[in-house]
């Protein structure tokens, strides 16, 4: 997902590989007045930010999971027998 991401270009100087995993509003403007982006370019910021925020949520789903599975394994260890919690 990562190297999609890194495909998607949507314009801005401040984008690098090494940036992929930011917001596109984690990049302050360099212009002091508020200038309205093209319409192209906010469809394809909103679709990174999207696959961004999927990203994110897949590293907390397993951190979660192994993390559960870190504590059932503990939880074996220690007690010796094998239980489902219910």
Request: net charge negative; glycine share 2%; charged share 25%.
């Amino acid at each position: 997902m990562s190297d999609y991401i890194k495909k998607i270009r949507t314009g801005d100087p401040n984008e690098s590989d090494l940036t992929y995993w930011m917001f596109s509003y984690d990049f302050k403007s360099s212009n002091q007045d508020w200038v309205p982006e093209d319409e192209m370019l906010r469809e394809k910021k909103r679709t990174r930010n999207a696959l961004v925020f999927v990203l994110y949520i897949n590293a907390f789903c397993i951190f979660l999971l192994f993390n559960s599975f870190a504590a059932h394994l503990l939880e074996i260890i220690i007690h010796q027998e094998f239980s489902y919690p219910v």
